[in-house]
């Protein structure tokens, strides 16, 4: 069963949250091995629907995270296959790989400001990827050139993604 | 993949009554639902709810816990276990065990065992075990019937190793385990149940060893934890700490012995709760006195409550709120007792903290609610829990990095599923190791379980695919599934935790306090491996049985006579070491053959499908 199929949607990147929300926590009522009755089967099988339930949602309430999985579906995996989404344009592996540096050398003189200030740029400049990729997706399932364009922008949004998760780390560091 | 390797409780028949239990760092209390309403019950001499965690172990063998231990705590300082929980699933080299303390650790390799009077070495697990028997003899002696199934509340931030420890230790006390229930998530059911609040509220839960943080959404009956976040290793516990350490120094005692040191721990647990109340207190050790003022126990602390409020943040950033967008702040824990906790609540989160139920006591009647919950049929509509996995899991990867599987904080339960690719031509086995953190670097995380995955049909590098899924259950413990994709041929994994024991000890130690038998360690490595040899002789003869064809006489001989010899080794050895060895001449002997077997299965399972479709 797919992601969609667990809640009852035809797959599409765009997707009431809050519909999506009420229905999960309906399916939880419904489904979890807590409210199972009768023997070990039943529970069993409480916990794989669950498991499948929970899953599911993690992945539509994310935006980037729903976008690869319709990508998946179109039989385009970013996550597993390497060959997916390469022939990324080396302009932009150049620029990813400065900002790393610059992250570093930010992180090194402990500049928190500037750490922040590169955050939230990335986030915006990712932010208009993913909705480029929206776009794209919305007219994917019959487009094979539509697929491979959200597939280029998704590779993109993801070694922005891993930019940030790094921006995060300084940021829980200097918690500490 | 099938779904038969899950480790699942069968569905449990009413069988007297369901208690909650807070098995404390400090203290610990059994509660129950009588009439419909969650209550303690007397834990300890004199009707108290609170049993103080503390176990003694005496000469002759015999076993004390509560008030009477801890009154034995000054004259047998290593022989009276107190705040056994901050041991639970820890190694023996943990920094825990380094800290100040005295204790008398045995050497072991894996789990931490105490030196004690009487016996054997104990596990934290048997301690807290014998805590819990006591709480269930209390149990049973108010309800005058039989008490043997428990929700026990853990702090949402203990990882797998402490799970599975705390698990082990219901089953030693006889217990059935029907849910490890995080401790923030059972104070919030039993405020959310009292009140029938509805909104967003974050739990803050300073205990005397462990700190916790939960952000839980209360909406029509189901209560979500968005996030959680802590430290297993802060607590009041470590208040006494630090004011025993400093007045050890200011009274000059460098080198303080096991029972001055136990001396100067009780007296600044005295000294820290008096301060809650006044500005100085006194606190002295072997006859000499050192004043303490209420500002230098706070400006002592402050790292310490500083370190909660990071843990605080990052649980608000990963729910994605904002402080302000809190409904209400819950102070649970003896902890937040000390004034300057709640002033730094109060400031973090911008409002005053409830602290309408007492701290002490919210956390059981929270977990009897929810005993009551999974018991009676009858209630099962009104409230359903989902909690979180407090850590992220991952596996190693090349380079010694972790590669996450799934993320902290997802819903459970819940599972992933990976596929490892062989990188040695005719590779039959891979190496999991399983961790769980957030840091980048294997050796910065939580080592969970090693394992191997054998069995891969000999193949080119890059053909050999394993699919391994893991299954985090509800009580968040993780169990392991490994499918060969090649052949569809499914594995069972034993995972070897890290840190802990192993069923067959945990199986050992039941028989032991069952029967009190003598640990007979021989005869049980003797009884494995006939075991083993069993199982070894079982599958060697189906596939002698089913291939005879592929092995020439000569071969056949060989693997005869060693197959006879185990036989015969199974039957008479009194030393496990033969058998262990009359196994690896039958592994050895059958090798050729084990791999021409492999090569049939694979070809059988490639026929019937087309080139192309590989």
Same mark, same amino acid.
């Not at chain 1, 993690?58 to 579906?73: F, S």
């Not at chain 2, 380094?98 to 301690?127: D, H, M, N």
């Not at chain 2, 974050?202 to 996030?227: C, M, N, P, Q, R």
């Given at each position: 069963?797919?992601?969609? @199929?667990?809640?009852?949607?035809?797959?599409?990147?765009?997707?009431? +949250?809050? *519909?999506?929300?009420?229905?999960?926590?309906?399916?939880? +009522?419904?489904?979890?091995?807590?409210?199972?009755?009768?023997?070990?089967?039943?529970?069993?099988?409480?916990?794989?629907?669950?498991?499948?339930?929970?899953?599911?949602?993690?992945?539509?309430?994310?935006?980037?995270?729903?976008?690869?999985?319709?990508?998946?579906?179109?039989?385009?995996?970013?996550?597993?296959?390497?060959?997916?989404?390469?022939?990324?344009?080396?302009?932009?592996?150049?620029?990813?790989?400065?900002?790393?540096?610059?992250?570093?050398?930010?992180?090194?003189?402990?500049?928190?400001?500037?750490?922040?200030?590169?955050?939230? @740029?990335?986030?915006? @400049?990712?932010?208009?990827?993913?909705?480029?990729?929206?776009?794209?997706?919305?007219?994917?399932?019959?487009?094979?050139?539509?697929?491979?364009?959200?597939?280029?922008?998704?590779?993109?949004?993801?070694?922005?993604?891993?930019?940030?998760?790094?921006?995060?780390?300084?940021?829980?560091? *200097?918690?500490? | 993949?099938?779904?038969?390797?899950?480790?699942?409780?069968?569905?449990?028949?009413?069988?007297?009554?369901?208690?909650?239990?807070?098995?404390?760092?400090?203290?610990?209390?059994?509660?129950?639902?009588?009439?419909?309403?969650?209550?303690?019950?007397?834990?300890?001499? $004199?009707?108290?709810?609170?049993?103080?965690?503390?176990?003694?172990?005496?000469?002759?063998?015999?076993?004390?816990?509560?008030?009477?231990?801890?009154?034995?705590?000054?004259?047998?300082?290593?022989?009276?276990?107190?705040?056994?929980?901050?041991?639970?699933?820890?190694?023996?080299?943990?920094?825990?065990?380094?800290?100040?303390?005295?204790?008398?650790?045995?050497?072991?390799?894996?789990?931490?065992?105490?030196?004690? =009077?009487?016996?054997?070495?104990?596990?934290?697990?048997?301690? =807290?075990?014998?805590?819990?028997?006591?709480?269930?003899?209390?149990?049973?002696?108010?309800?005058?019937?039989?008490?043997?199934?428990?929700?026990?509340?853990?702090?949402?931030?203990?990882?797998?190793?402490?799970?599975?420890?705390?698990?082990?230790?219901?089953?030693?006390? $006889?217990?059935?385990?029907?849910?490890?229930?995080? #401790?923030?998530?059972?104070?919030?059911?039993?405020?959310?149940?009292?009140?029938?609040?509805?909104?967003?509220?974050? %739990?803050?839960?300073?205990?005397?060893?462990?700190?916790?943080?939960?952000?839980?959404?209360?909406?029509?009956?189901?209560?979500?934890?968005?996030?959680?976040?802590?430290?297993?290793?802060?607590?009041?516990?470590?208040?006494?700490?630090?004011?025993?350490?400093? %007045?050890?120094?200011?009274?000059?005692?460098?080198?303080?012995?096991?029972?001055?040191?136990? #001396?100067?721990?009780?007296?600044?647990?005295?000294?820290?709760?008096?301060?809650?109340?006044?500005?100085?207190?006194?606190?002295?050790?072997?006859?000499?006195?050192?004043?303490?003022?209420?500002?230098?126990?706070?400006?002592?602390?402050?790292?310490?409550?500083?370190?909660?409020?990071? !843990?605080?943040?990052?649980?608000?950033?990963?729910?994605?709120?904002?402080?302000?967008?809190?409904?209400?702040? %819950?102070?649970?824990?003896?902890?937040?007792?000390?004034?300057?906790?709640?002033?730094?609540?109060?400031?973090?989160?911008?409002?005053?903290?409830?602290?309408?139920?007492?701290?002490? /006591?919210?956390?059981?009647?929270?977990?009897?609610?929810?005993?009551?919950?999974?018991?009676?049929?009858?209630?099962?509509?009104?409230?359903?829990?989902?909690?979180?996995?407090?850590?992220?899991?991952?596996?190693?990867?090349?380079?010694?990095?972790?590669?996450?599987?799934?993320?902290?904080?997802?819903?459970?339960?819940?599972?992933?599923?990976?596929?490892?690719?062989?990188?040695?031509?005719?590779?039959?086995?891979?190496?999991?190791?399983?961790?769980?953190?957030?840091?980048?670097?294997?050796?910065?995380?939580?080592?969970?379980?090693?394992?191997?995955?054998?069995?891969?049909?000999?193949?080119?590098?890059?053909?050999?695919?394993?699919?391994?899924?893991?299954?985090?259950?509800?009580?968040?413990?993780?169990?392991?599934?490994?499918?060969?994709?090649?052949?569809?041929? =499914?594995?069972?994994?034993?995972?070897?935790?890290?840190? $802990?024991?192993?069923?067959?000890?945990?199986? /050992?130690?039941?028989?032991?306090?069952?029967?009190?038998?003598?640990?007979?360690?021989?005869?049980?490595?003797?009884?494995?491996?006939?075991?083993?040899?069993?199982?070894?002789?079982?599958?060697?003869?189906? /596939?002698?049985?089913?291939?005879?064809?592929?092995?020439?006489?000569?071969?056949?001989? !060989?693997?005869?006579?060693?197959?006879?010899?185990?036989?015969?080794?199974?039957? =008479?050895?009194?030393?496990?070491?033969?058998?262990?060895?009359?196994?690896?001449?039958?592994?050895?002997?059958?090798?050729?053959?084990?791999?021409? %077997?492999?090569?049939?299965?694979?070809?059988?399972?490639?026929?019937?499908?087309?080139?192309?479709?590989?």
């Amino acid at each position: 069963m797919s992601h969609f @199929e667990v809640f009852g949607l035809p797959p599409s990147f765009h997707l009431d +949250l809050d *519909a999506l929300e009420r229905r999960y926590r309906e399916l939880s +009522l419904e489904l979890h091995p807590d409210r199972a009755r009768g023997d070990g089967a039943a529970r069993r099988a409480a916990v794989e629907r669950t498991t499948a339930l929970n899953d599911a949602y993690r992945v539509l309430k994310d935006p980037e995270r729903r976008a690869c999985y319709l990508l998946c579906l179109a039989g385009v995996d970013l996550e597993h296959d390497e060959r997916a989404g390469s022939g990324l344009p080396p302009e932009f592996l150049e620029r990813i790989l400065s900002l790393h540096e610059e992250l570093d050398a930010a992180r090194r003189s402990a500049a928190l400001e500037e750490v922040r200030r590169m955050g939230a @740029e990335v986030k915006a @400049e990712r932010q208009a990827l993913l909705d480029q990729a929206a776009s794209a997706l919305a007219t994917a399932p019959a487009d094979r050139a539509a697929i491979d364009r959200a597939a280029g922008l998704l590779a993109k949004v993801r070694y922005f993604s891993r930019f940030l998760e790094e921006v995060d780390q300084i940021e829980e560091e *200097a918690l500490e | 993949m099938s779904g038969g390797l899950l480790q699942i409780h069968d569905p449990l028949k009413p069988k007297g009554s369901a208690v909650g239990i807070d098995l404390g760092t400090t203290n610990s209390l059994v509660a129950a639902v009588i009439q419909g309403k969650p209550r303690c019950l007397p834990a300890d001499e $004199g009707g108290e709810p609170l049993l103080p965690s503390v176990v003694h172990y005496a000469n002759d063998g015999s076993v004390l816990v509560g008030r009477r231990a801890s009154a034995l705590s000054f004259a047998h300082p290593t022989d009276t276990i107190r705040s056994v929980k901050r041991f639970m699933g820890k190694s023996a080299g943990d920094p825990e065990t380094q800290k100040l303390g005295c204790y008398r650790f045995a050497e072991s390799k894996s789990v931490v065992r105490f030196e004690v =009077s009487g016996g054997q070495p104990v596990t934290p697990i048997e301690v =807290s075990g014998e805590i819990l028997r006591a709480l269930k003899r209390q149990a049973e002696a108010y309800f005058s019937g039989r008490v043997e199934q428990a929700v026990i509340t853990v702090p949402a931030y203990f990882d797998d190793a402490q799970r599975q420890a705390t698990k082990d230790a219901g089953r030693l006390a $006889g217990l059935t385990v029907l849910r490890l229930l995080n #401790e923030p998530t059972a104070a919030a059911l039993a405020y959310g149940l009292d009140k029938g609040s509805q909104g967003t509220f974050a %739990v803050y839960d300073l205990g005397g060893g462990t700190f916790d943080i939960s952000i839980l959404k209360l909406l029509d009956g189901i209560f979500e934890v968005k996030s959680t976040g802590g430290d297993s290793a802060l607590g009041g516990d470590d208040f006494d700490r630090v004011i025993a350490h400093r %007045v050890l120094e200011a009274l000059g005692i460098g080198h303080p012995s096991p029972a001055q040191v136990a #001396e100067a721990l009780s007296a600044a647990r005295r000294a820290k709760e008096e301060l809650s109340a006044c500005e100085l207190a006194e606190v002295s050790v072997s006859g000499r006195a050192r004043a303490v003022a209420r500002v230098e126990f706070e400006a002592w602390i402050a790292p310490l409550i500083q370190k909660t409020g990071v !843990a605080c943040k990052r649980a608000l950033k990963d729910a994605g709120l904002r402080p302000a967008e809190i409904d209400g702040v %819950v102070l649970v824990g003896g902890s937040t007792r000390v004034p300057a906790v709640r002033r730094f609540v109060s400031s973090l989160f911008g409002r005053e903290a409830l602290r309408d139920i007492d701290p002490d /006591q919210v956390v059981a009647l929270g977990a009897a609610a929810q005993a009551d919950l999974l018991t009676s049929q009858e209630r099962q509509d009104e409230v359903l829990l989902l909690d979180v996995l407090p850590l992220s899991l991952g596996v190693e990867t090349m380079g010694g990095l972790v590669e996450r599987l799934i993320p902290r904080n997802s819903t459970i339960p819940t599972a992933a599923a990976q596929v490892f690719t062989t990188f040695q031509d005719g590779q039959t086995g891979m190496d999991v190791h399983v961790v769980q953190g957030e840091r980048e670097m294997v050796e910065d995380c939580r080592s969970l379980a090693r394992f191997r995955l054998t069995g891969i049909p000999p193949m080119s590098a890059g053909l050999g695919r394993v699919e391994v899924k893991y299954q985090v259950d509800a009580d968040g413990i993780l169990s392991v599934a490994a499918k060969e994709l090649t052949t569809g041929a =499914s594995q069972e994994i034993t995972v070897r935790p890290s840190h $802990g024991l192993s069923d067959e000890e945990i199986e /050992q130690m039941l028989l032991d306090s069952i029967e009190n038998a003598e640990g007979d360690v021989k005869r049980r490595l003797l009884r494995e491996q006939q075991v083993e040899a069993e199982r070894v002789l079982k599958d060697a003869g189906k /596939q002698l049985r089913e291939n005879a064809d592929l092995l020439s006489d000569g071969e056949r001989a !060989a693997i005869d006579t060693a197959f006879a010899r185990l036989e015969e080794e199974r039957r =008479s050895a009194t030393e496990h070491l033969r058998i262990q060895e009359a196994i690896r001449a039958l592994d050895e002997a059958c090798r050729p053959f084990v791999e021409r %077997v492999m090569n049939r299965a694979l070809r059988n399972a490639v026929a019937g499908h087309s080139v192309e479709e590989y």
